[in-house]
């Protein structure tokens, strides 16, 4: 392996936004800590600037995150420019800001709405969510989207709290009719770090794996794992997509403007109010190191999967507060 640097595009593929960091929940796993807004969040006129260079640059995918992007009064303003630009845009939200109006009016702007769903039960979502009565309602408001024929994806967080309830999901999101199923693992950062007795052990995310690869062969839906080390499964599963996109097709930008490789970590590499996206993906010392696979320390910097893998930069950077340390969430 004399070439260790992963190569990639001058300009990202995918960009994922974090358009504010105000939200209407306080969910008990969220590592934004999202609630109030920040006093220094991009103005509707530099949201519209950055729009602007994305577009000019033929980014493909723009994924609105918070925060809840809802709760920034003129989002729909700049999610319409982004759409009018010929951006194929996504949210991710708890859609409990949702009305009749915006689902038949406005809502089919996006290529896919991520709705946060964690489990398949009110006991087990609203321990997540921190709110009564978010379950009924998030699943009135799928079953609302659903109908009017947009494409619905489902976030859930996986935990212990409901890692034994995987087939129940698997039911409840065929009954849904739901396009996509996204699974991140609960990580002890923001507001999760008390929750730290319900992240799954290494071994735990192994046999999750697993199990989720052989519960969706056959589900008309796609699952998207964000975790590199899925590849060490070799697995066959058509339904199953599975990669890390940090710095190689994709990047993050915070609500104030910071660019990080990674939503997961406030790790950044410029500002887009000082530099361009394509100078700080190109030329960041952040970005180039996320590239550089020799630089990965730890177990992940001898493994024999390091080019295929390279680890979670999140979960080095959370339990190191060093994302070129090596990955302990993983079994190997």
């Not at 640097?5 to 306080?26: D, E, M, Q």
């Not at 949201?47 to 994924?63: A, G, I």
């Not at 709290?161 to 923001?190: C, D, H, T, Y």
């Not at 630089?295 to 493994?303: A, I, P």
């Amino acid at each position: 392996m004399n070439n260790q640097f992963i190569k990639t595009a001058n300009y990202p593929y995918s960009v994922g936004w974090a358009i504010t960091n105000a939200c209407n929940l306080r969910c008990v796993h969220c590592n934004m800590n999202s609630g109030e807004r920040i006093e220094n969040e991009l103005t509707k006129e530099e949201c519209f600037q950055l729009v602007d260079e994305l577009s000019k640059n033929n980014v493909q995918r723009l994924t609105f995150f918070g925060g809840e992007p809802f709760a920034r009064k003129d989002f729909m303003e700049i999610a319409d420019y982004a759409f009018q630009s010929g951006i194929f845009i996504n949210v991710t939200t708890n859609s409990l800001l949702f009305t009749d109006e915006l689902i038949e009016n406005d809502l089919y702007k996006f290529e896919l709405i991520r709705v946060s769903l964690d489990g398949p039960n009110a006991d087990t979502h609203e321990f997540i969510r921190n709110k009564k009565g978010s379950f009924e309602k998030t699943i009135d408001n799928i079953k609302k989207m659903v109908a009017s024929g947009l494409d619905v994806g489902v976030v859930t967080c996986i935990s212990h709290k409901n890692i034994n309830q995987l087939e129940e999901m698997v039911e409840l999101l065929k009954e849904l009719k739901i396009k996509r199923w996204f699974l991140p693992l609960l990580s002890s950062a923001g507001r999760a770090s008390s929750l730290s007795k319900e992240v799954l052990t290494p071994l735990e995310v192994r046999d999750f794996l697993i199990k989720v690869d052989n519960l969706t062969k056959d589900a008309p839906f796609i699952v998207n794992l964000d975790l590199p080390y899925t590849v060490l499964l070799k697995s066959k599963n058509p339904n199953m997509k599975a990669s890390c996109p940090a710095a190689i097709s994709e990047m993050a930008i915070f609500a104030n403007g910071d660019v990080s490789p990674c939503c997961e970590i406030p790790v950044i590499g410029g500002n887009i109010r000082e530099k361009s996206i394509k100078d700080i993906w190109n030329h960041s010392k952040v970005f180039q190191e996320f590239r550089n696979r020799k630089l990965v320390k730890g177990k992940c910097g001898s493994c024999k999967f390091l080019m295929n893998c390279g680890g979670c930069r999140a979960n080095a950077y959370i339990k190191y507060q060093d994302y070129l340390e090596g990955d302990d969430v993983c079994w190997k």
